[in-house]
């Protein structure tokens, strides 16, 4: 069992950066795959990064390359996503969640733990 909270969301300016942090709780985070998604109203819950579970791999939505890093610290059982140059379609709740090994992370069904979500907001 893993249990995730997401961080870090706000209002921020159109071009401001925002950094969100998921706390995982578990010995075992460090073997899980951890990505990202967000949800923006009325819209279906989207991809946005992953990455491995060494962190030596990462996986990006074409909208946000080039904008959001994901990384992890696996000592510290916490995955972040570094957002710059935010755009006021950033805006969304992101959540994170913990995958399954050997699956394709662009995938919603590709995640067995999911957090509460955070609230992140562009104004124009």
């Known amino acids: 069992q893993v249990q995730l909270v997401e961080s870090g969301g706000g209002l921020v300016q159109a071009g401001g950066s925002l950094r969100l942090s998921c706390a995982a709780s578990g010995r075992t985070f460090s073997s899980y795959p951890m990505g990202w998604f967000r949800q923006a109203p009325g819209k279906e819950r989207e991809f946005v990064s992953a990455i491995s579970w060494s962190g030596g791999i990462t996986y990006y939505q074409d909208s946000v390359k080039g904008r959001f890093t994901i990384s992890r610290d696996n000592a510290k059982n916490t995955v972040y996503l570094q957002m710059n140059s935010l755009k006021p379609e950033d805006t969304a709740v992101y959540y994170c969640?913990?995958?399954?090994?050997?699956?394709?992370?662009?995938?919603?069904?590709?995640?067995?733990?999911w957090g509460q979500g955070t609230q992140v907001t562009v104004s124009s």
């Open positions: 969640a913990a995958g399954i090994r050997g699956r394709n992370l662009y995938l919603l069904g590709s995640y067995d733990y």
